[in-house]
């Protein structure tokens, strides 16, 4: 890989981590709803098993979806059920001063596994293996790409918990915080249209 190409992965890998998604939509209600440590299990489950997931498409997992265009629709559809079902869980999380504190933080495990249903992933994913690896697929070219997602992924991710941490101080009333997880629940909602009409 030449020093350009491998500077353009640096900033695509970057910029598709540091925006707005539902990983990282996630981690900022995770951040405001259950704090920062509580929710870095489920930042290093976004960053190893998104990386796992490039390198398993760069040996040749991606080119399933061009012999079988339904395994696409299959995953659009397993996608949006989980992603509305997700929403409905950070929209009705209860806040922490309740004397019952239902739901939980996911886990590495969960957060890793997301990954497979997650479509901003699976483009992100997809799309670098397939500009970002001239001599095609193979183990190699696959791991210099999963290793830069890796390691551009987890400070990005980082700011999106951090910035929720931050929220929390100033969602101190439970009404706030409840408005704060709708909002959090319909902007996730919102990432689901270019699944449907990008």
Same mark, same amino acid.
């Given at each position: 890989?030449?020093?350009?190409?491998?500077?353009?992965?640096?900033?695509?890998?970057?910029?598709?981590?540091?925006?707005?998604?539902?990983?990282?939509?996630?981690?900022?209600?995770?951040?405001?709803?259950?704090?920062?440590?509580?929710?870095?299990?489920?930042?290093?489950?976004?960053?190893?098993?998104?990386?796992?997931?490039?390198?398993?498409?760069?040996?040749?997992?991606?080119?399933?979806?061009?012999?079988?265009?339904?395994?696409?629709?299959?995953?659009?559809?397993?996608?949006?059920?989980?992603?509305?079902?997700?929403?409905?869980?950070?929209?009705?999380?209860?806040?922490?001063?309740?004397?019952?504190?239902?739901?939980?933080?996911?886990?590495?495990?969960?957060?890793?596994?997301?990954?497979?249903?997650?479509?901003?992933? &699976?483009? @992100? !994913?997809?799309?670098? /293996?397939?500009?970002?690896? %001239?001599?095609?697929? $193979?183990?190699?070219?696959?791991?210099?790409?999963?290793?830069?997602?890796?390691?551009?992924?987890?400070?990005?991710?980082?700011?999106?918990?951090?910035?929720?941490?931050?929220?929390?101080?100033?969602?101190?009333?439970?009404?706030?915080?409840?408005?704060?997880? &709708?909002? @959090? !629940?319909?902007?996730? /909602?919102?990432?689901?249209? %270019?699944?449907?009409? $990008?």
């Amino acid at each position: 890989m030449s020093y350009d190409l491998f500077l353009a992965l640096v900033g695509f890998a970057f910029v598709s981590s540091i925006t707005p998604g539902p990983n990282n939509l996630m981690l900022m209600a995770s951040g405001a709803n259950y704090g920062f440590y509580r929710t870095f299990p489920h930042m290093l489950g976004i960053s190893l098993g998104h990386a796992f997931m490039v390198t398993m498409v760069g040996l040749g997992l991606g080119q399933l979806f061009e012999f079988y265009p339904v395994a696409e629709m299959a995953l659009q559809i397993c996608s949006t059920g989980y992603l509305l079902y997700l929403a409905w869980k950070i929209a009705n999380a209860a806040p922490p001063t309740d004397s019952e504190v239902q739901g939980k933080p996911f886990t590495f495990l969960q957060a890793a596994a997301f990954q497979w249903v997650n479509p901003k992933a &699976w483009y @992100m !994913a997809i799309y670098a /293996v397939t500009n970002y690896t %001239p001599d095609g697929n $193979g183990f190699f070219p696959a791991l210099i790409v999963a290793g830069v997602f890796a390691c551009t992924n987890f400070p990005s991710i980082i700011v999106w918990a951090s910035i929720g941490t931050r929220v929390k101080r100033l969602l101190s009333r439970p009404r706030l915080l409840r408005r704060f997880n &709708w909002t @959090m !629940a319909g902007l996730l /909602v919102l990432a689901l249209y %270019p699944v449907w009409f $990008g």
